[in-house]
């Protein structure tokens, strides 16, 4: 799906689509660049060895993978994007707000020379179109208890904390937001 959206006095038009595995190598450097930005800013997310490439790969095979292009550019961000598929969302410590179908998101980032221009809010208005389009009134994601940016995203973007979820032995803050 493509869009236009205004960020810093400039019109960029966005485009959204299903990635490939020719998207590979930009899309794992645009991860390599996330995972070293939450290193850098001394978070725990990302750096345990996930996301790594089979992660990626796996995405791309499961279809679930998406990536935004600008202005015909190629490839500034990326997440994993899913329908229902988060077990362990069953094991919420809180409340989720429903009990329905719901799209959850991973692995949400920018590319560094992209970021601070409102694209991951262009990103998360996406990642609700998608749950629209499929008469799914729900969606659901996590992150580090140090994300402080995509804390304040989630906030920004009318998200509710729902409580904590636990991968590889960690507990992630949980959010869900009712569309």
């Known amino acids: 799906m493509s869009f236009c959206f205004v960020a ?46 089979q992660v990626l790969l796996a995405d791309i095979a499961k279809a679930s993978g998406l990536v935004m292009e600008i202005n015909g550019e190629g490839i500034v961000g990326y997440c994993a994007l899913m329908v229902n598929d988060e077990p362990q969302y069953a094991h919420i410590e809180g409340q989720w707000l429903s009990d329905g179908d719901f799209v959850v998101f991973h692995r949400l980032v920018i590319a560094q020379e992209h970021l601070g221009k409102g694209l991951a809010k262009a990103f998360f208005a996406e990642i609700e179109n998608f749950a629209r389009t499929r008469q799914i009134q729900s969606v659901r994601a996590d992150t580090n208890f140090d994300n402080l940016e995509m804390l304040q995203l989630f906030a920004r973007c009318g998200y509710s904390y729902c409580g904590e979820v636990w991968f590889r032995g960690t507990p992630r ?3 869900e937001k009712l569309l």
Do not use: C, H, T
């Not at 190598?25 to 750096?47: H, Y």
């Open 8 to 53: 810093q006095q400039k019109i960029m038009k966005l485009n959204f689509r299903q990635a490939v595995l020719a998207d590979v190598d930009r899309v794992w450097q645009i991860l390599q660049q996330g995972i070293q930005k939450r290193k850098a800013e001394g978070s725990q997310q990302w750096q345990d060895g996930y996301p790594n490439l």
């Open 173 to 175: 803050k949980a959010f």
